[in-house]
């Protein structure tokens, strides 16, 4: 026990000691304390707001974002406990602590505390939104402190329940995947009962509120339980609370008799784990995202071999479809375009039934303002990140903006895909006019090359090798300046032209931010083809 003390008291010493020899990482650590601080400060003092929203529309809605959250904090723990331990230890614990004469189990609650210690930042994160809740929602700060209260509840609870399942299926490859079945068959459950209360008693907002406030969610193992638990507290239903507690009481005991019964024999399985885990950390530290390090333990299927199209710059674009269909069939379909079909969808469902007779413009306006901002989260990295870290695109004789436009290529072109689906999908469900359809699909795409060339002149004046958060950083102040211009000029087109055309108000805002984003991305191209010229 000492000899962890020990190790977790240098960790953090080094850890503190780091940040101050770095100024600029220790100012923008504090910059980000300040600013949730004060915002939660803020929020907690300041008395709630007059709701437009009745309070049964406010807490069925409070009730389906918590089961939400709650099942995006504790579905990936669980799952990852199935995975022989990948996500209790890194290398360096593998070198420190798996030599020391410890007991197996105080190492696996070490490993697991750690990983604990690293979620609760979520819940300093989820703190910070408190005043946006009570202001909201139209709740009390006790009751604020209660739902982030249940948060760090779920995350102990879950880790217990994950260093449950990490005993029972160590070394116990068919007791993995059924447990993994089942953690599905959960996801499964809740997902189906909720659409089909949706879809059978018609799409509309206050069905869908119902739906995903549904009373048997509550009874889903772990997350509904202390989802069940809260809300009763925060109702005062003590029936409720006394069924929930002893719910939640009787995982919590289970667990640990799991753990001090099992006898654990993990070690080679959590090396292997331990070595992916650094690799993929590396990884994307330095850039060199490769395909091993993407697709994991997954198999490449190479169904074409050869780049056998294209020369010069045009090769490497070549090279970059080649490399995406052996990721995926459909190069340009994947996961994030269902996601961005799905956000559409309920947005405009979500607006057609709260406003009745709402011009179907404004359905496309809200939906292309969310889906832009969504895609920020889809185009952090891409095929010209790693390319970069390569020599051959130094090598290639061939105009600098045209091998760097090349190696964005497939990166520019996935956002005018998705953006096409994603309203042709939105035009076909709620109608409205071709002209909005198109501009806001365009100007989507838009945002696409605003994205990457901002990335792009970021990486030119921060450099490859930066810190992380002082990049990213910089990275969100570069697209807030570059998209400003385009959004003033589609605001004042906006105003000018309302009164006549107010038919396609998505338009009259795209139209310019569409032109604007083009052009202030090809000026970025231009100005950053020098970024070839360092071959470091």
Known sequence: ???????????????????????????????????????????????????????????????????????????????????????????????????????????????????????????????????????????????????????????????????????????????????????????????????????????????????????????????????????????????????????????????????????????????????????????IREGKMSDKVMMGDREIKLRKKGIKRGSGASAIFFKHMLEGSRRSRFIFFNINTLVLIFTALVIGFGIRSAIPGVDTTIIYLAAFIILAYVQFFFSASGDWVKELTKPYIYLIPDSAVKKLIMAAATGLIKPFTDGIITFLFLGIFIGGNPIDIIVCALTYGSFGCLYISSNILAQRIVGVDSSGGIFITFYMSVIVMTLLPGVIAGLIVLSLFAGSLGFIAATLLGAPILLWNLIISLIIFLTCRNLLDNTQ
Request: aromatic share 12%; proline share 3%; glycine share 6%.
């Open 1 to 283: 026990m000492k000899a962890i003390v020990y190790l977790l008291r240098k960790n953090l010493k080094n850890a503190i000691q780091d940040t101050i020899r770095h100024p600029l990482k220790f100012l923008l650590y504090l910059f980000i304390i300040i600013s949730m601080v004060y915002g939660a400060v803020m929020g907690f003092v300041s008395s709630p707001g007059d709701s437009s929203v009745d309070d049964i529309f406010s807490m069925r809605l409070l009730k389906g974002a918590y089961l939400a959250i709650l099942f995006f904090i504790s579905i990936p723990i669980l799952l990852k406990g199935l995975s022989s331990g990948t996500s209790f230890f890194s290398l360096s614990d593998v070198n420190n602590i798996f030599i020391s004469p410890i007991s197996p189990r105080l190492i696996l609650i070490y490993g697991v505390g750690r990983r604990l210690a690293t979620m609760l930042v979520l819940v300093v994160t989820f703190s910070a939104y408190g005043g946006m809740v009570i202001n909201f929602f139209d709740i009390s700060v006790p009751q604020v402190l209660l739902l982030i209260f249940g948060i760090v509840l779920m995350l102990i609870v879950v880790q217990l329940a994950t260093l449950m399942i990490f005993c029972l299926a160590s070394n116990h490859p068919t007791r993995a995947r059924i447990m993994k079945y089942i953690i599905y068959a959960v996801i499964f459950f809740t997902i189906c009962t909720a659409l089909y209360h949706l879809f059978s008693r018609g799409v509309t907002l206050n069905n869908f509120l119902d739906a995903i406030s549904l009373p048997v969610l509550e009874y889903v193992p772990i997350t509904g339980w202390l989802h069940g638990l809260i809300f009763a507290v925060m109702e005062g239903d003590m029936i409720k609370c006394i069924i929930f507690a002893a719910l939640m009481l009787l995982t919590v005991v289970l667990s640990i008799v799991v753990l001090m019964k099992s006898k654990l024999d993990y070690y080679e399985d959590v090396l292997s784990g331990a070595e992916s885990y650094h690799e993929f950390r590396e990884s």
